[in-house]
C-alpha cells in the first residue's frame, strides 16, 4: 500500500507537509507504521518489518527546515537506553522489582503494565527524579544511574510528564525557549554587562525563530502569547512535547503523552510522534491504553509487578499467556 | 509619559490618536501613563505631591518641601528594598522574610569598615573609605544569604522561610549583645555599639552642600542653591535641601537597580528564574540546574538588600538593631511587593512609593491635620470614643492614635487588595523574560514549505 494518501488522512491538512515528504523520501520501511493511528488492526503485522538499524542520517534536507535538530545517533550498536536489575523501594513497597530492558535505536517503544506495575517509577529511575534502590541506567553506553534530572537531560534524554506540567504563569513561546541546552543568557553576568548582551540577544533571535517554527510544527503558533495555564489540556500535551524537543534531545521519554487528550489531538499527537521517529528520535511511551501501544509502538515492554514480564513486537505480546493472564479480564 | 507630567488632567486632551478614544482628558493620561512605566512612577509621585501640597500649604513652602522630602525619601528605599526582594521572591518563589537582617548586615558592616578607629563616641570602626565600606557591606549581606541558602534550598521551599527569619532574628539579636560588640572589637578592631548602636559615618552628600558638612559654610554647589531655594530665596530650611540632593543619589540607584534587574529578568536566566517559580521540577528536567541558580538568585538579592539597607539606614545618622531592623520591616517590604504586583519591577517600584507615601507615613500626616482641625476634647479610651456617639469625638480620638489605627487600616487594605486584586497593581502584566521581543514574529518560518 501507498503510505502517502494515508498520511495526508491523518495529517490534519496541515502546511507541516514538509515533514511529511521527508517521511516518505526516507523509510518505507518505516511507512507501515508511521500510516495511521486511526487504523486500527492495519499495523498489527508493522514491527516485524522495521529493522534496528533505523539510521538518522538518511534524512534529507527537508527535515531540516522543519527546524528541529537532529539527534547526532549514538554510537552504532548501542542502545540508547538500557535498564539492568533496576529496584526501587519506597519504605516496604517494592515499586520496581529487578526490571530489565533496552530500547532500540530510532526506535518507537510501548511500555505497558496494568495499574501499579511500576511504570512511572521506572521513568522516575531513569530520568533522575528518583534514585534507584539497586541496578543500573546506561544511556548511549554511560552509565546514568543516580545523576541529577538536569544532568541527565543535558546528555539528551528527556521526559514529558504524566500529568502536564506547564509553567503556568508563562507564555507559550516563554516554556520553548526555557527549554534549549546551554543558553548563553543563563549566565546572570552575560543577561546584565552591557558588552556581552550582545551574544545572548543574537542568540535570542535565533532560538525565537526556532521556538516559533516548533510551534508550527505541533500547530499551537497560534498559542504563542497565551500563559500556558490557559491552554487546554491537550493543547498542554502538545506543549509538553514541543517543549521536550526544544532541548535538542537523543530521546524522549513520553509518559502517557495520551491521557485525557481527546481523539482528534490524540492522532495529531501520535503524527508527530512518526514524524519525529522517522528523524531519527528515540522514543519510549508508557501509555495505559493497548491499542494505542500495539498499534504504533514496534516494540513493547510489559511490565508487571514491578519487573518485565514479556517484550517484544504487538503480535507477540498478544498472544503471550503470561501477558493475558496478567491482564486478565482486558480486552487485548 | 509627557502627557502624565502634566499634573493637571484637563490640562492636556488626548492628543495622540489613540484608537478608541478615552471618555474623558483625565482618562486619557491615565492611559497614556499606564504605557510608559516611567509616566506610571512619576505619575503616582505626582498624585502623592499634589496631596502632600494639600495637606501643608498652610503652613508654607517649607512644610510642603519637607514632607514631600520625606515621602520620597521613604517611597525610594521601600522601592529599593522591594526590587530586591521581587527578584527573590516575585521571580524566583524563594520566600525570604529575613529582609530586615540582611539589610543590617549590609549598614552594620559599612559603618564598621567605614567608621574612625578611633572615634569621640561609640565602637571604633577600621577607618576605611566609604566606597570600601559600601562594597564590603553588600558583600557581607551576600555571604549571609550563601550561608542560608546553601542548607535550607536542599530542603523544601518552606523551609528557607523559616531559616531566613530565624536568621534575621538572629543577626538583630546579635548585634544588640555587647558580648557580640566586646568579641568584634577584640578581633577585628571594629565594634557595633551593641543595643546603643552606632552613629552611621558622614554623608558625602551633605559635603557637596557644605564644607566638612559644616553648617553655616556652603559649597561652591552649596551655595546658589541655598541662594535660590533656601533662606535667600525660597525659604527651605537646608537640612531639606540637601535632603533632596540625597534623593538624587537614591534615584540614581534605583534607576540602576532598576536597570539590572530587568535585564536579569529579560533574559534566559530570568526564564530559568520564573520556571523555578512555577514549577522546579520541570526546570530540572528540562536541564537547568536548579540548584545552582536559585543559589546565585538569593545571593545577588541580598546583595541588593544590603545596599538597600546602606542607602536608607545609612542615611539616617544612627542605626541600632531593635527599633528599626524588627521582622516588621520585613513584612512592610512585603506588604510593598505584593501591592505593586509581584513578578513586575515597575510593580515593585510603584509598590514602594504607594505603600511609602499612602499606607506608610500619609496615615499619620493626615490623621495630625486633622486633629488640628477638630476642635475637641480626646476621650481617654476607645471605649469612651464609642459611647459618646459623636462622630466628631470619635474622630478626634481616631485621629489623635493612628499610629495604632493605621495598622488597622493597613491590615484592611490588604484583605481588599487580596481579596480583589491579588496580582497586584501591576501584577497582571506579562513581563517578557526573554532578551528580545517576543511579540515580533520572524517571517521567515512561515515561508518555509
Redesign the interface.
Known amino acids: 500500500m501507498s503510505d502517502a494518501p494515508d498520511r495526508s488522512d491523518s495529517g490534519d491538512a496541515n502546511d507541516a507537509t514538509d515533514v511529511d515528504d521527508a517521511s516518505e523520501a526516507v523509510d518505507v520501511a518505516d511507512a507501515n507504521d508511521a500510516a495511521g493511528p486511526g487504523e486500527l488492526g492495519a499495523a498489527e503485522t508493522v514491527a516485524a518489518t522495521d529493522g534496528p538499524g533505523d539510521e538518522p542520517e538518511s534524512n534529507d534536507s527537508a527535515v531540516e527546515e522543519a527546524a528541529k535538530h537532529i539527534p547526532s545517533g549514538p554510537p552504532s550498536g548501542t542502545p540508547p537506553l538500557r535498564v539492568e536489575g533496576l529496584v526501587k523501594r519506597f519504605g516496604g513497597v517494592t515499586a520496581v522489582d529487578g526490571a530489565s530492558f533496552e530500547v532500540e535505536s530510532g526506535s518507537l517503544t510501548g511500555l505497558i503494565g496494568p495499574n501499579g506495575a511500576g511504570k512511572s517509577t521506572t521513568f522516575n529511575c531513569i530520568t533522575g527524579v528518583h534514585e534507584p534502590t539497586a541496578g543500573k541506567v546506561y544511556f548511549e553506553g554511560e552509565d546514568i544511574t543516580g545523576l541529577k534530572p538536569y544532568q541527565i537531560a543535558r546528555k539528551g534524554l528527556v521526559r514529558t510528564f504524566q500529568i502536564a506540567r506547564e509553567l503556568a504563569e508563562m507564555t507559550v513561546l516563554e516554556n520553548l525557549m526555557l527549554a534549549p541546552q546551554g543558553q548563553l543568557g543563563e549566565s546572570a553576568i552575560r543577561a546584565v554587562t552591557p558588552g556581552l548582551r550582545g551574544g545572548v540577544v543574537e542568540e535570542e533571535t535565533a532560538l525565537r525563530e526556532r521556538a516559533w517554527e516548533t510551534l508550527e510544527f505541533f500547530e499551537i503558533d497560534h498559542l504563542a502569547h497565551e500563559h500556558a495555564g490557559n491552554l487546554s489540556g491537550g493543547q498542554r500535551k502538545l506543549l509538553e512535547m514541543a517543549r521536550a524537543l526544544m532541548t535538542d534531545p537523543e530521546m524522549v521519554l513520553l509518559d502517557e503523552p495520551l491521557a485525557g487528550v481527546n481523539p482528534t489531538l490524540e492522532e495529531k499527537l501520535l503524527d508527530r510522534v512518526h514524524d519525529l521517529r522517522a528523524d531519527g528520535y528515540t522514543f519510549l511511551l508508557v501509555e495505559h491504553d493497548m491499542d494505542v501501544i500495539m498499534n504504533n509502538c514496534e516494540r513493547v515492554i510489559v511490565m508487571h509487578q514491578g519487573s518485565v514480564l514479556a517484550e517484544g513486537t504487538g503480535d507477540e505480546i498478544r498472544n503471550d499467556e503470561r501477558v493475558i493472564e496478567a491482564y486478565l479480564g482486558e480486552d487485548l | 509619559m509627557s502627557d502624565a507630567n502634566a499634573p493637571d488632567g484637563s490640562a492636556s486632551g488626548p492628543s495622540d490618536g489613540t484608537s478608541d478614544p478615552p471618555e474623558s482628558a483625565t482618562a486619557a493620561v491615565v492611559e497614556a501613563a499606564r504605557e510608559s512605566d516611567l509616566g506610571l512612577v512619576v505619575g503616582t509621585l505626582l498624585a502623592i505631591y499634589a496631596a502632600a501640597t494639600l495637606l501643608t500649604f498652610t503652613d508654607g513652602l517649607n512644610s510642603v518641601a519637607g514632607l514631600m522630602e520625606t515621602l520620597t525619601f521613604l517611597g525610594l528605599v521601600y522601592a529599593l528594598t522591594a526590587l530586591a526582594l521581587n527578584l527573590q521572591w516575585g521571580y524566583t518563589g524563594l520566600f525570604n522574610i529575613g529582609v530586615a537582617g540582611f539589610m543590617a548586615v549590609g549598614v552594620y558592616t559599612m559603618g564598621m569598615v567605614v567608621r574612625s578607629p578611633d572615634p569621640a563616641f561609640g565602637p571604633p570602626g577600621l577607618g576605611l573609605p566609604l566606597p570600601v565600606g559600601i562594597v564590603a557591606g553588600m558583600g557581607m549581606a551576600a555571604l549571609l544569604g550563601a550561608v542560608a541558602a546553601l542548607p535550607a534550598l536542599r530542603l523544601k521551599a518552606d523551609y528557607l522561610a523559616i531559616v531566613t527569619l530565624g536568621l534575621s532574628e538572629i543577626v538583630r539579636l546579635s548585634l544588640q549583645s555587647s558580648a557580640f560588640d566586646n568579641f568584634l572589637r577584640d578581633t577585628i578592631g571594629a565594634g557595633t555599639g551593641g543595643g546603643r548602636g552606632m552613629g552611621m559615618p558622614d554623608n558625602p552628600v551633605r559635603e557637596l552642600f557644605l564644607v566638612d558638612g559644616q553648617a553655616g559654610t556652603p559649597t561652591a554647589l552649596g551655595d546658589p542653591v541655598f541662594g535660590v531655594f533656601g533662606n535667600g530665596g525660597l525659604g527651605i530650611s537646608h537640612p531639606i535641601l540637601i535632603g533632596w540632593g540625597y534623593i538624587a543619589v537614591l534615584a540614581a540607584f534605583l534607576v540602576a537597580f532598576y536597570l539590572?534587574l530587568e535585564?536579569?529578568g529579560r533574559?534566559?536566566?530570568?526564564?530559568?528564574m520564573?520556571?523555578i517559580?512555577?514549577?522546579e521540577?520541570?526546570?530540572?528536567?528540562?536541564?537547568?540546574?536548579?540548584n545552582l541558580v536559585k543559589i546565585?538568585v538569593f545571593v545577588?538579592g541580598c546583595a541588593l538588600m544590603g545596599l538597600a539597607g546602606i542607602l536608607w539606614f545609612g542615611s539616617q545618622g544612627n542605626v541600632s538593631p531593635t527599633p528599626q531592623f524588627r521582622p516588621l520591616l520585613t513584612f512592610y517590604v512585603f506588604i510593598a511587593v505584593i501591592i505593586g504586583g509581584s513578578?513586575s519591577n515597575t510593580g515593585s517600584v510603584l509598590g514602594g512609593i504607594v505603600f511609602a507615601a499612602v499606607l506608610f507615613e500619609g496615615p499619620r500626616r493626615v490623621g495630625g491635620t486633622v486633629r488640628g482641625l477638630i476642635d475637641a476634647e480626646t476621650p481617654p479610651s476607645f471605649g469612651d470614643a464609642l459611647v459618646s456617639l459623636d462622630p466628631v469625638t470619635f474622630l478626634a480620638y481616631a485621629t489623635d492614635n493612628i499610629a495604632p489605627l493605621q495598622f488597622v487600616f493597613l491590615g484592611l487594605v490588604l484583605v481588599f487588595i487580596i481579596h480583589r486584586r491579588p496580582e497586584g497593581i501591576l501584577g497582571d502584566r506579562?513581563e517578557?523574560?526573554?532578551?528580545?521581543d517576543?511579540?515580533?514574529?520572524?517571517t521567515?518560518?512561515?515561508s518555509?514549505?
Open positions: 539590572i535585564r536579569l533574559s534566559p536566566f530570568g526564564r530559568t520564573k520556571a517559580r512555577e514549577d521540577l520541570v526546570a530540572n528536567s528540562l536541564g537547568k540546574d536548579v546565585k545577588i513578578g506579562i517578557t523574560a526573554a532578551a528580545v517576543l511579540s515580533e514574529r520572524p521567515g518560518g512561515e518555509d514549505e
